[in-house]
């Protein structure tokens, strides 16, 4: 097995990239690999130019940003106790984009992407990040599907 120096794991904070983020995790811990921790603010629709009462759209970026930076503080203070190897990334962008940029621009050797496993019109309605990326990356592409509760 090739070994890794660097992975990059994609998170949106839902269970399905949580889960993805404990597989990069443990192949980090597994390599002695450094961990890139990315999340990307997909870029908002633009409302300049729009009758769009008590929103400034440049607050609004800014508000989505602090939210963002908040959330990921909170993610990795609860999830990287004991793990140091780790270089946490918010950038804002198109995320099937940014996550193979921030890939190649960090030297990832792997990326790790969670799937919710969408199909049908679900699919074609929301697309998929995953799908997207394992179609135009470079590099390796790791996709950990989040196993559903059979209630």
């Known amino acids: 097995m090739k ?31 450094r961990l890139l921790v990315l999340h990307v603010i997909n870029e908002p629709v633009d409302l300049r130019g729009f009758y769009v009462p008590h929103i400034s759209f440049e607050k609004l970026e800014e508000e989505i940003e602090e939210g963002a930076k908040k959330m990921m503080e909170s993610f990795c203070r609860r999830n990287l106790t004991t793990f140091e190897n780790f270089e946490c ?5 198109l995320p099937y984009e940014q996550i193979i940029q921030q890939a190649e621009e ?27 990326v394992v179609r135009k990356s470079p590099v390796p592409v790791l996709t950990v599907r989040l196993e559903e509760d059979s209630a």
Not at 89 to 93: D, T
């Open 106 to 132: 960090k030297s990832a050797d792997l990326i790790v992407l969670g799937t919710h496993g969408r199909t049908g019109l679900d699919h074609v309605l929301f697309g998929s990040t995953a799908e997207k």
């Open 3 to 33: 070994d890794f120096s660097t992975v990059l794991v994609a998170v949106d904070f839902s269970d399905s990239s949580d889960n993805a983020f404990q597989m990069a995790l443990a192949m980090a811990i597994r390599f002695s690999a």
């Open 89 to 93: 990334l918010i950038v804002p962008g």
